[in-house]
């Protein structure tokens, strides 16, 4: 598809004052209508909805499924999702991006993404407060409300957008297999989020839908010239070995 191609197509090098522009007008004036349906949404759950309580019946069957192993195993699930781990990963992937092409507009889109989303989801959770689903909890809850889910969130914004930056890989086994890679780990983490009783369904619902639709946001934040046909340099291909 020729948008997950979009940076090879043209490798042009913008000014920073044009960057800084067009991340204005292509990735936060965006969010602005993203922001407004999940604020909408949130109170429209903790007001008409009255929260959905026909969702406590799957985090009641998830707590019931609780087992030492999959404790263990959530906890690690939940943590890669957690904001410490997604700032770390993303500012390493920053580095390696960076790195290996050379283009400092093209190795800020995971972090972009995982800003915008941040931004989405700390001021949404605030503004909605959504209580926490009324089961035991296997994790301290963090000082955000429930709505949307965080850790979920976090994870597709990175993960989608590492995704995308994976097609860049000339291998097609190992393209395929970091793709698909990619994909499971945000569904792994509102999983584990679910099963440790910390988010109702509706949360990591939206988790997803925030950060899909902030990976795509800031995967097209920089204008590229649709026209050109030059392909990418060999310093602007991430090759697998």
């Not at 940076?7 to 969010?31: H, N, Y």
């Not at 290996?100 to 800020?108: F, K, P, S, V």
């Not at 000339?170 to 440790?196: E, F, G, K, Q, S």
């Amino acid at each position: 598809m020729g948008f997950l191609h979009r940076w090879e197509r043209d490798p042009s090098r913008p000014t920073v004052r044009a960057a800084l522009s067009d991340l204005g007008r292509r990735a936060l004036l965006p969010v602005v209508p993203l922001w407004a349906m999940i604020v909408g949404t949130g109170f429209l759950i903790v007001g008409p909805l009255h929260s959905l309580p026909e969702e406590g019946a799957v985090n009641e069957a998830l707590v019931s499924e609780r087992t030492p192993v999959l404790d263990a195993v959530t906890s690690v699930l939940s943590n890669i999702g957690a904001t410490l781990f997604i700032i770390s990963a993303c500012l390493v992937a920053i580095g390696v991006l960076w790195w290996r092409t050379g283009q400092w507009w093209l190795a800020i889109v995971p972090g972009i993404a995982v800003a915008l989303q941040a931004l989405v989801f700390i001021t949404s959770s605030a503004l909605v407060g959504r209580e926490r689903p009324d089961v035991e909890p296997l994790d301290i809850a963090p000082p955000t409300s429930s709505y949307p889910s965080g850790h979920t969130g976090a994870s597709t914004a990175f993960y989608l957008t590492m995704a995308m930056l994976a097609q860049r890989i000339r291998r097609p086994a190992l393209r395929r297999t970091a793709t698909i890679a990619c994909v499971l780990v945000p569904l792994l983490v509102a999983t584990a989020r679910l099963y440790r009783g910390m988010h109702s369904p509706t949360d990591v619902v939206v988790g997803f839908l925030n950060g899909i639709a902030c990976a795509l946001i800031a995967w097209h934040y920089l204008r590229r010239d649709r026209r050109s046909q030059r392909a990418a340099s060999p310093s602007a291909e991430v090759a697998a070995g």
